[in-house]
């Protein structure tokens, strides 16, 4: 230890050599370890591999593409039938109502007609058992129509006499084997018949709860139509059907 003195400042310093040394080694130290790092980078690039795989990256992406541009293309057709069958049906629809009154009217027609035929059969009858001049027409015409019917069905029975008869003689020969199995089958049908019956009249006796109910429904609907047959909505309705029926029917033709 020094001791100077400088005007009237006294200072003292202390050196430990220990303390210096250890640091001195502590730099050494740390210097040898980053001498010791490589900082030289090494890149392994194949070429030809990274050629081929952009190559196929970029077919790939050519079909994402025309993928793309199909699935626009469906869609825009798509999008342009639902157009055209919407203007279709818009188009249509304001027929539709005069269409279904004519077809309506046009059933209710043909059931008028066929109630007149009934009529005119059950009428026909009763005038040609009555014998009166009507009767009396009719039953010339119906007696030519049966001698017709009848010359008819004699060359139909001469046409088919021959094979008839060939049927018949095959069915005789037959016979006794037929005859055996017809009686099991017989059989078999009598053992099955007695419990299905069985079955089905408990089935019957069961429904009757549900059979109640559907006929109290059905005799309530009779009503319900009786008293809508009478209303002015029919009225109505057919002054519509009558009236639609003219410009359907022309359109038609």
Excluded at 173 to 197: C, D, E
Aim: neutral net charge.
């Amino acid at each position: 230890m020094s001791e100077t003195n400088t005007g009237t400042i006294i200072g003292f310093l202390r050196l430990d050599a220990a303390q210096w040394h250890e640091a001195i080694d502590r730099a050494e130290a740390a210097a040898r370890r980053l001498g010791t790092v490589d900082p030289d980078v090494h890149v392994d690039t194949n070429a030809g591999k990274a050629a081929v795989e952009l190559e196929a990256a970029h077919r790939a992406a050519e079909r994402l593409d025309g993928s793309t541009k199909n699935l626009d293309t469906s869609n825009r057709q798509a999008a342009g039938s639902a157009r055209l069958l919407v203007t279709a049906v818009a188009a249509l629809g304001p027929a539709l109502v005069p269409m279904t009154g004519a077809a309506l009217a046009g059933a209710a027609a043909f059931g008028g007609l066929g109630l007149a035929g009934v009529l005119a059969a059950v009428s026909i009858k009763q005038q040609m058992k009555a014998g009166t001049e009507q009767g009396l027409q009719f039953s010339a015409a119906v007696d030519m129509l049966k001698t017709n019917v009848l010359d008819l069905g004699a060359s139909a029975a001469s046409g088919v006499l021959g094979p008839f008869q060939k049927m018949v003689s095959d069915l005789n020969a037959r016979t006794p084997a037929l005859s055996g199995q017809v009686n099991i089958m017989a059989r078999m049908l009598g053992n099955s018949l007695a419990p299905t019956m069985s079955g089905l009249l408990t089935l019957f006796q069961r429904f009757e709860p549900l059979m109640e109910s559907v006929g109290a429904k059905i005799a309530a609907g009779g009503r319900a139509f009786e008293q809508w047959s009478g209303s002015v909505n029919v009225t109505g309705f057919i002054a519509y059907m009558n009236s639609s029926l003219g410009p359907v029917t022309g359109r038609c033709v």
